[in-house]
């Protein structure tokens, strides 16, 4: 029953505004408890009237007995003083009936209640019956062997101050319903203007597109909620920038390669037109192999913005693997493209549970960048232990003013402007470090070399 309650104050309800939902809700609430409250006063109320009622009727009819009225009236003598207008009497000897001659009855309000206490049955009985259409209590109490007298008095007073009271708890109920219903909606619209606010914001977020914070009044909840939202503006904000800022970073950093892509296809094409501009073998084959470093230096590039675009956790199947596998497939990779670069490589085994491609390709970055940087037939250093990788160059070092930018997305040093290379190489890693729960750090002597250390967590799957 309650569920079917529920699904039915649901169905009505779910077209409603908060506000108005509240209010009715409210309103709901405060009257069925004022209708449970007024049931049970009226209810206790009549009990205590029926109760005070067979009390004082009871010890009016044995104080009758105590005097002798039952013989009076069966000898046909009359007491006026013993007679009250809405209380009637009569006596119930051996089956017989008789009333009280002043009494306007014909004995009709006896029945086998009061025939059994005359035989003895029971001492006393108590009911209520109708005799012209009035409600009438009926009392009987034993008046000797084989008799009873029955006293029976209107109700009609009673019944009276019953349905004033009635309609006491009907007003007051209503009334009460009435207030509840506009205190309900005066708080649900007063309580609801900060989330008018939040839905305010967030359209105008939908239409402008500004990420505007609101601002915060009180400290409850919904206070609080402001501030999340607050917070989830400025999330929304800082990661749109970051956005702008990689296609601004990223527009430079492709201008450059397909601009000389472009001017070669030039060239070639207009050698291709003119008899005059033809291109020697050495001419031709100096453009094809800048065509095809620009080319391989722009697919480097998307690679590495597609891997810095993505934003969401890890996802790709981790698993558990060696670390110095993945550290050695690098090595062997790096060494082909660096011959002129020793690489010293000392690893222990380290389990972690991870992305093998993402983790080569981060290591492949920290070789290929520390390749880069050292002196022809100079050693980079790799080293797998006690929970740390360790790669070190013999370069010229890092100047102490990019070591804090040395992360970033796109951010070349000026050392590195001449040199091949997007500026994202570095990002990856921290990238991949962090998506590992990890962490990398850079080092560098005032004496030169550089020294990155990647640390990561032992972990398992959950």
Do not use: C
């Not at 209010?23 to 069925?32: C, E, Y």
């Not at 453009?287 to 391989?296: A, K, P």
């Not at 697919?299 to 790709?316: I, K, Q």
Request: charged share 25%; proline share 4%; glycine share 8%.
């Amino acid at each position: 029953m309650i569920a079917g309650l529920h699904r039915l104050v649901r169905l009505f309800t779910h077209r409603m505004t908060l506000a108005l939902r509240v209010a009715v809700l409210t309103t709901l609430a405060v009257a069925a408890t004022l209708s449970v409250v007024s049931a049970t006063v009226f209810v206790v109320v009549r009990a205590e009237f029926k109760s005070s009622l067979d009390e004082s009727m009871l010890r009016r009819a044995h104080t009758a007995v105590q005097g002798d009225y039952p013989a009076r009236i069966i000898r046909g003598e009359s007491e006026d003083e013993l007679a009250v207008a809405d209380v009637k009497l009569a006596v119930v000897r051996g089956g017989a009936l008789r009333p009280d001659t002043n009494l306007r009855s014909d004995g009709g309000f006896v029945d086998y209640h009061e025939l059994e206490v005359a035989i003895g049955e029971q001492t006393h009985s108590m009911r209520t019956t109708h005799i012209g259409g009035t409600p009438y209590r009926v009392v009987a109490v034993q008046a000797g062997p084989g008799t009873a007298l029955v006293m029976a008095q209107s109700m009609e007073s009673i019944e009276q101050a019953l349905e004033r009271l009635k309609l006491i708890l009907l007003l007051a109920s209503f009334s009460g319903v009435v207030i509840a219903g506009l205190a309900g909606w005066g708080v649900a619209t007063n309580g609801l203007r900060p989330v008018r606010r939040l839905t305010a914001a967030t359209e105008h977020v939908a239409r402008t597109a500004e990420l505007t914070p609101i601002q915060v009044t009180g400290h409850d909840e919904l206070a609080r909620l402001t501030t999340s939202f607050n917070a989830m503006l400025q999330a929304l904000d800082a990661s749109q920038e970051r956005q702008r800022q990689l296609v601004a970073d990223a527009g430079h950093e492709l201008r450059t390669p397909l601009t000389s892509l472009r001017t070669n296809i030039e060239l070639i094409g207009q050698a291709a037109d003119t008899t005059e501009r033809s291109l020697s073998d050495d001419q031709r084959h100096e453009i094809m192999g800048d065509v095809r470093s620009q080319l391989e230096e722009l697919t480097t590039l998307v690679g590495d913005l597609v891997e810095l675009a993505r934003d969401e956790p890890m996802r790709r199947d981790p698993e558990p693997l060696d670390f110095a596998d993945v550290v050695n497939q690098a090595v062997s990779r790096v060494r082909l493209r660096a011959p002129q670069v020793t690489f010293d490589v000392d690893l222990q085994p380290w389990m972690v549970f991870g992305e093998p491609q993402l983790l080569e390709r981060a290591v492949t970055n920290l070789l290929d960048n520390a390749a880069k940087w050292s002196y022809e037939g100079g050693a980079v250093r790799v080293r797998l232990g006690q929970g740390a990788l360790t790669v070190s160059d013999e370069g010229p070092g890092i100047d102490p003013r990019d070591l804090p930018h040395i992360f970033d997305r796109f951010y070349r040093s000026r050392e590195a402007r001449t040199l091949p290379g997007s500026g994202l190489g570095l990002s990856i890693v921290k990238r991949a470090a962090e998506r590992h729960g990890g962490t990398v750090d850079v080092a560098s002597g005032p004496d030169g070399g550089t020294t990155f250390t990647v640390t990561l967590p032992d972990s398992h799957p959950s």
